[in-house]
Structures are given as structure tokens and as C-alpha cells.
């Protein structure tokens, strides 16, 4: 038995009504590795096997990345919440796909439940063992801003839900000697995941670290055509980086990124000058704009 959130047409894609203030270009497989990274310990002491299978390939979408969180994590805290009054067995599978241009992600559970799950399941109050109530109806409205769709159905194996994103057409790589060696150092891991993605499926070679003292290292011993750095770490701060990196790579070379862009000191960087700044969040398409051109390091 399956309940669809339209009921006309199941799995229509709904276009949002404006775009998102925050819209940004996303790895969905990223997103769901960090939501279940946050809920593993949550899971463990209450003896839920979880099973996380994801596309070979990244899954990018566009979108808010906090709204797309927030979603994630009550879905997935509705289903652990669902396990505390259930005595079977305890099992979570996670998985995402890629179909027909929709990045596709499933969440099933153990969970043998009669047909009354399904009553206004978008909609209905907290009830104690049930999943309704428990973040989906948020989850729903969250997905659904982003073009996307949500279903929910009963089996014999359990409860599943499976959402759906429009992906983002990706970019052409570029090919043969055209491929650029780039050092992003970044102390957040899902900044440095999301950008070596991208830079990898647009051609280029990507090395990620989330130390700027042992990139500073790296760059005594290799060579690189461009090196991203962000402004704020609590290592050392990006500006401190880039003039101590000048010592091995021509200052043209090193791009500092920062969201804060509306700060004090980012205004004062700008009107200097002297400075290559790069606004996050970076979309693939403004990493390919940044690249397609540039020649590689022939020092």
C-alpha cells in the first residue's frame, strides 16, 4: 500500500515558487553521509543496524544546505524515535540512486506497522511508536520548496520513504592536458568534500586539507597550479596562510574563499586589491567559469 503526498500525480516535480536565498550547488550523497555521521552515536545505544549505500557518483543538486539538513535529520530522527517502543528487530537502510535527472534517496526500517501509518502521515500530530508527526511533515515542505517530491509505503519488510531532487546538469570535464593540479585547504569537511568533487568531475586533480600548517608543508614539497584557502580557520586565518604560501606559488595563484562577505574586513580586502577573492558558497558552474581558461603552473 503506498500513499503519495499529490494525489494526482504521485511524483510530480512541484517548481518552486522563487529561488531559495540560500540555493546552492550540493552533493546529496554528502549531505546524507554528514546526517548520519551526527546521528550514529543516537543510533548505536539503541541497537540500530544501519546499512548506508550510495551512488558511485556524486549526486548534485540545488538547493539550501541547512533546510536540506534540517530534513534529513528529522527524518531520520522520526525513524529512531519509532524504534524506542518497538520490541523486533532493529534495522535502518540508507541508499541513493540516480533516476531519470532525479537524485533519489530511500530510507527503509524494520518497522511491521498496520495500514493506520498511513493516515495523514504529512500531517498528523505525534504519536508515540509511530513515524507521522516526527519531522515528516517539515521534511515534506522542505523537499517540496526544492522541486522535489516524497512517498511513503508499507511492505511486508517494513516502512520506507523515498524523496526525490531534480539534479543539476553537470558540466563537460576537461580533458587530457587541460586538467589543473588544485590545493583547497579548508577546516570544514563537508566544504572540502563538496569541492573536490566538483573540481575532480570537471577534470582536474583536487588535493584536500583541513590543516593550513601541514598545506603549508605540502607546498614546500609539491607544485600547484591554484590554491584555495579559507579566510577563517582556527589554525591560522587564510591571509596569514597566503603570505607565508608566496614562497612557493606565484600570489596570482592563491584564491581565498570566504561566505562572509559582508564583513568588515572582507570590504577592506576587496578595496585593496590585491587579493583574489571567491565567495562561498562556490557553485560548480563558477568553478568551471574560474578554470576553463587558466593555464597551468609552468614555473
Known amino acids: 500500500m503506498v500513499r503519495m503526498m499529490e494525489k494526482s500525480n504521485p511524483l510530480k516535480i512541484f517548481s518552486p515558487q522563487k529561488e531559495l536565498a540560500g540555493a546552492a550547488t550540493l552533493d546529496l550523497n554528502g549531505l546524507v553521509r554528514k546526517a548520519v555521521s551526527l546521528l550514529e552515536y543516537q543510533m548505536r545505544a539503541r541497537n540500530i543496524a544501519v546499512s548506508v549505500c550510495l551512488h558511485k557518483d556524486p549526486l548534485f543538486v540545488k538547493g539550501d544546505f541547512h533546510l536540506l539538513s534540517q530534513a534529513l535529520l528529522h527524518m531520520l530522527l522520526g525513524i529512531i524515535k519509532s524504534f524506542e517502543t518497538y520490541e523486533g528487530e532493529k534495522q535502518l537502510m540508507v541508499s541513493t540512486v540516480k533516476h531519470e535527472g532525479k537524485a533519489v534517496l530511500n530510507l527503509s526500517d524494520s518497522i511491521l506497522d498496520s495500514s493506520d501509518e498511513l493516515f495523514d502521515i504529512f500531517k498528523s500530530h505525534d504519536i508515540p511508536g509511530k513515524m507521522r508527526g516526527l519531522g515528516t511533515p517539515l521534511a515534506h515542505r522542505i523537499i517540496k520548496i526544492h522541486g522535489g517530491a516524497m512517498a511513503f509505503k508499507l511492505s511486508s ?93 606565484d600570489k596570482n595563484r592563491l584564491w581565498l574563499l570566504t561566505g562572509d562577505i559582508l564583513s568588515f574586513e572582507v570590504e577592506l580586502l576587496k578595496k585593496r586589491g590585491n587579493i583574489r577573492i571567491l565567495e562561498k558558497p562556490v557553485s560548480i558552474e563558477r568553478f568551471k567559469t574560474l578554470f576553463d581558461n587558466s593555464p597551468g603552473d609552468d614555473r
Open 157 to 249: 519488510k517494513g516502512r520506507s520513504f523515498r524523496i526525490e531532487i531534480p539534479l543539476l546538469k553537470t558540466c563537460s570535464p576537461r580533458k587530457g592536458n587541460g586538467s589543473l593540479r588544485i590545493l583547497v585547504v579548508d577546516d570544514d569537511a563537508i566544504v572540502v568534500d563538496v569541492f573536490r568533487e566538483f573540481l575532480e568531475l570537471l577534470g582536474h586533480e583536487a588535493t584536500v586539507l583541513r590543516s593550513p600548517l601541514k598545506a603549508l608543508d605540502l607546498l614546500v614539497k609539491e607544485k600547484f597550479d591554484f590554491v584555495l584557502v579559507d579566510l577563517r580557520m582556527p589554525e591560522m586565518n587564510g591571509i596569514t596562510f597566503m603570505q607565508k604560501a608566496e614562497e612557493f606559488i
